[in-house]
């Protein structure tokens, strides 16, 4: 299995909630069901954890404090 890190940066002003939806492909395009798949800050930190469903996808909510 291929690790393939992905960074981008969310700022935000007035939102309240956000949410990102991560789809895990292997090599030949298939979706890749039961991935794990590890959300971290612009530090290196672990924020959130999820596993992939069927169609090889998870997604992570958070609502701003």
Request: charge should be positive; glycine fraction near 10%.
């Amino acid at each position: 299995m291929k690790l393939v890190k992905l960074s981008f940066c969310l700022f935000v002003g007035i939102v309240a909630h956000a949410a990102v939806t991560v789809r895990v492909l292997d090599p030949a395009g298939a979706s890749v069901p039961g991935a794990t798949v590890v959300l971290r800050d612009a530090t290196g930190r672990d924020v959130a954890t999820g596993r992939t469903s069927q169609p090889g996808s998870v997604r992570f909510t958070a609502d701003a404090v």
